[in-house]
């Protein structure tokens, strides 16, 4: 059978523990040197750079993200195994965890981490396809004869040299596809090397509940619930036509995927269309403090992700979801891009004002699309807001200053709502 060790990537035929390094670290599996699609998923990666960052932190409880009346951005596994999820309200976070240590997000730090775990990436592979600052797609299809090696020894490696070099660690999800890739890097974190090879995708999907496929939220899960779909097997009962007949467009795709089959090809370099940011909550609310923060939060997220890719956009859009699942959206059209978090919120901010009280809300999202290049933005400023550029650079100078001094440096006073 063929197997890999973890730690010193000496490759062999079966066995529990390396035969070279004695290490338990090893992955078997029939398939093991012949799949290519892979995706890699860093573990709770704001907050490993924050514990990376301030040894004090290793062994205790982390949640980067607002203060009191804020929201989590992510949580260590520590704080996990309490419940602490992404996205949970600040007050229940900290109810379930009240010992944990908040930490304000610093996203200009976080993007530099990415681009080196980018460029590491990029070494094995020109085929990688980031879906955010800490995960994406990589096809090493044909890198056996370049490298001397298979894929499952690069990623392997590329773990490696992630956690000795950053100080950062990831998960590996191995497969034939895109799909199954990413299930699987999800399946023993943190730290995992899970492989799902073309012959047991059947029999291992079965079981699993159709909540594993990407995209598949609370509204349509429900939609499926009501239909008697649960699981893998469920799906599989119906005729593609009748998933089409009964769920439109998205019923082909769930007829394919409950069969394991994704012909997407892992994209280098596709076009990015816009960037956004969006929450469920986990109680509907019509506070405007509370989303009030959250909108803050949002533009603040999606200013770094910009700023870290040197792009702008002109086109700010607010996402409101009400209680009752209908949808609102509003957009504005800017007189020029902008990158600029202060920008984004105003803007995102005065769409929210007319529909406030259209509330209560289960989801909110801000994003920004029409792209471009960043050289072109925030030059000319508002003639109706003469502050605007004031408040540009100082924005710039804090992000100069948290990226030196650490996220406590500066932190903005509506940040902590």
């Known amino acids: 059978m063929p197997s890999m060790c973890r730690d010193c990537l000496t490759t062999y035929d079966g066995g529990v523990r390396c035969p070279a390094c004695r290490s338990p670290r090893t992955r078997t599996h029939p398939e093991l040197f012949d799949l290519s699609i892979a995706h890699m998923d860093c573990d709770a990666f704001y907050a490993s750079v924050e514990k990376r960052d301030n040894p004090d932190l290793r ?70 396809e980031p879906l955010s600052l800490d995960e994406a797609f990589m096809d090493l299809t044909g890198t056996a004869r370049l490298h001397g090696k298979p894929p499952a020894v690069m990623l392997a490696r ?13 998960s590996i999800g191995l497969s ?22 073309q012959a047991e995708t059947m029999d291992f999907l079965a079981d699993k509940p159709v909540s594993l496929i990407w995209g598949v939220g609370e509204v349509t ?27 439109g467009g ?64 002109r086109i700010v859009t607010l996402k409101l979801k009400r209680a009752n699942h209908t949808l609102l959206t509003r957009r504005l059209s800017l007189t020029e891009p902008t990158q600029i978090a202060d920008r984004i919120y105003r803007t995102a901010r005065s769409l929210f004002d007319p529909v406030a009280d259209q509330g209560p809300f289960r989801l909110l999202g801000v994003g920004v699309s029409e792209l471009t290049d960043a050289g072109n933005a925030d030059q000319s400023g508002d003639l109706l807001d003469p502050q605007a550029p004031i408040r540009a650079k100082a924005e710039r100078a804090a992000d100069a200053i948290r990226a030196r001094f650490g996220t406590d440096a500066i932190v903005k006073g509506r940040a902590l709502r």
């Open 59 to 128: 062994d205790k409880p982390v949640i980067v993200g607002g203060g009191s009346r804020g929201v989590v951005t992510t949580a260590c596994y520590i704080a996990r195994i309490k419940g602490v999820r992404s996205a949970m309200p600040m007050f229940q976070a900290l109810k379930l965890c009240p010992e944990a240590v908040i930490v304000k997000p610093r996203f200009d730090v976080y993007s530099d981490v990415s681009r080196r775990i980018r460029a590491m990436m990029e070494e094995l592979t020109p085929v990688v």
């Open 158 to 170: 590329l773990v490696r040299r992630m956690q000795e070099e950053i100080g950062i660690t990831g």
């Open 176 to 197: 034939h596809n895109k799909f199954l890739a990413k299930i699987a890097s999800d399946l023993e974190k943190p730290r995992g090397f899970s492989v799902i090879g």
């Open 221 to 247: 899960r429900a939609s499926l619930d009501r239909a008697g779909i649960r699981s893998f097997t469920d799906l599989r009962r119906w005729e593609k036509r009748d998933l089409e007949a009964r769920f």
């Open 250 to 313: 998205m019923g082909a795709r769930l007829w394919h995927l409950a069969r394991g089959e994704d012909v997407r090809r892992v994209t280098a370099n596709a076009p990015v269309k816009g960037v956004s940011n969006e929450t469920t909550f986990g109680e509907d609310t019509a506070d405007p403090d509370v989303l009030d923060g959250h909108i803050w939060r949002m533009a603040e997220k999606v200013s770094g992700r910009m700023k870290a890719k040197d792009i702008a956009g």
